[in-house]
Structures are given as C-alpha cells and as structure tokens.
C-alpha cells in the first residue's frame, strides 16, 4: 500500500472485534440455505401447474445456488423426476426470455408489528469487460450500471422494500415508493446524509406522520425561517448538531443503526452477487425482486447473535 503523506497524523484506531453467541445455531441456518426442500416446499409444488410459478421458482433456485441457466433448468427437473412426480418445468429460454413477465405476488416481509426503516442504495453491473480485461487487452470500457435501493428493517435485518432504477435516478427520488410498499407501522427512518432535505422529510410525513427521521444535515445546512416559532424536525437536527457537535448528535440519536443497510448490501452482494444476469430493465426488476426475497428467506432461517469483544 504506498505510504500517505498524513499517516504519522492518522488515529491509531484499533478494529473492532465480534462474537458469535449462538455459533450452534448459526452454523445449522448456513447448512439449512442449502436444502433444497427450503427452496421447493410442498407449497410450491402444489400451486406449480400456472407457468409463471414454475419460472418463479427457477428464478430463485439460480440466484440462490449461482448456476446458469441450463444448470438452473436441471436442477428442477432433476427434483421432480425424485419425487416421483409429472410437473411440467421451464427450459433455459423459457426462464430467460420470460422471466420479466413474472410479478411479485406478496410483500417482501411477511412479519408484523411496527419497524424501524434503513434506506440506502447500491450499485449492480450489468454487462461490460472489467478493469483487469480492459487493461491487459484495451478497447473501449462498456460497462453499465444498475441501482438497487433498499428498505432494511432494523429489527430483522429483512429487506421490506426494494426499487431498481437506471444509474440516473437520484436516492432521494425513490424514498416515496420504498415507504409506499411497506405495509408495517413504520416508527423511524434513517438515511446517510445524500436523503438529507425538506422532500424527504415530506415523504416520511405523508407516509408515517408520527415517524421520527433521523438523516445528518449537510454541513452547510442552515435552519428554515420558522425554525423559532415551529422548528422541523430537520431544525432540529442542526440545533442539537450546533450545540454537541456531529459526534454527539449521532451518540444521541443512535445514527449507527444505520450501517445495518450496509451489512445488508454487503450480504446481497455475496449471496447474490453483484451483478445482474438479465439483460433489458423489466427483467432486471424482476431478478433483484427475487433475489431480496431470497435473502429473506435465508435471513428468516437464522441470524448470528454477535457480541463486542473489549
């Protein structure tokens, strides 16, 4: 790593390290995501005859174990032919072509109860030569992104709400309908300082009035003209921000809650990967759809209980 001019000047801070308290039971829900019969349960099967459901079910298959579409196609079949039954299954072109007519029949989350919502969005290639190809063998870069926008449940860590967009569409223009497809009471939302403005604070009145938003004002941020006779919430933010600094600020309001959405899209990335296989926007839609709600399902079978080690 080539040295930095400020390095001698740098806080010396050591990393922070975790324990797994329930190891046991982590160590079963990791070899659980590997059942098949988590993927293909007996209610799939019984609503298996319209086709779109075979598709579905393919779908999340191939994000879920990482194989092609000819793979992804085996696979199933190789399952009815097991248990013996007559069920008809997609091939490959029929997974690939069609896939973007599928619709996500339910919400993303099937538990209740009031959440406390973490907003972020990440980048997802699409197609194009990586960086060690363009360097090795040149050309032109065609590289293509998408965004996916999440709505992460504190509590959980589930995924409510997912948007994929073009790489154009700014952060703060999809809060609106991540909160919109969410069915719970929502308590708190937060957010990193790129949500920071009056129109975020409006969608989050519209949707959840009595929800407390907790988003970092800009460091030019000033308070609004009312702020002495009916201060905002955002005012408010600034004030205290004023008088115990940004680090106190975020003691007091618990902004650390919000690296749980970075966790998420650490796991999605992993998981899933960090690419998108389909090729035109419907279809991609579709594909990060399936793939939150396979990472549900793989969060819903067991999360680590982590402790701080001194």
Not at 199 to 224: G, K, L, M, N, Q
């Amino acid at each position: 790593m080539p040295y930095k001019a400020n390095e001698p000047r740098r806080h010396k801070i050591p990393k922070a390290r975790y324990r797994v308290e329930n190891w046991a039971a982590y160590d079963a829900a990791l070899r659980r995501r590997g059942d098949l019969t988590i993927w293909v349960t007996p209610e799939a099967i019984a609503a298996w005859t319209p086709p779109a459901t075979g598709r579905a079910a393919g779908l999340m298959l191939r994000l879920a174990f990482g194989r092609p579409w000819r793979q992804t196609e085996g696979l199933p079949g190789s399952l009815m032919r097991l248990l013996g039954l007559e069920l008809p299954v997609p091939d490959h072109t029929a997974f690939s072509r069609r896939g973007a007519d599928l619709e996500m029949a339910s919400a993303l989350a099937a538990t209740d109860g009031p959440v406390t919502v973490i907003i972020d969005s990440t980048g997802l290639k699409v197609f194009g030569a990586g960086e060690w190809h363009l360097e090795k063998h040149g050309g032109k870069a065609r590289r293509t992104w998408r965004k996916l926008h999440l709505a992460v449940s504190h509590d959980t860590g589930e995924i409510l709400a997912s948007e994929l967009t073009g790489n154009e569409d700014g952060d703060a223009s999809l809060v609106r309908p991540l909160l919109n497809e969410i069915t719970r009471p929502i308590n708190a939302v937060l957010a990193d300082g790129a949500y920071d403005g009056e129109p975020i604070y409006c969608a989050v009145a519209e949707r959840a009035p009595d929800a407390e938003v907790i988003i970092p004002p800009r460091a030019t941020a000033v308070v609004s003209d009312s702020a002495e006779t009916a201060p905002t919430r955002r005012d408010r933010h600034i004030r205290m921000i004023k008088e115990r600094g940004r680090l106190g600020w975020r003691r007091a309001v618990q902004y650390g809650r919000r690296s749980l959405v970075e966790v998420a899209i650490l796991r999605y990335k992993v998981l899933i990967g960090r690419s998108l296989r389909a090729r035109t926007l419907p279809a991609q839609k579709i594909e990060a759809a399936i793939g939150c709600k396979v990472m549900n399902l793989m969060t819903s079978l067991g999360m680590p209980a982590t402790r701080k080690v001194a």
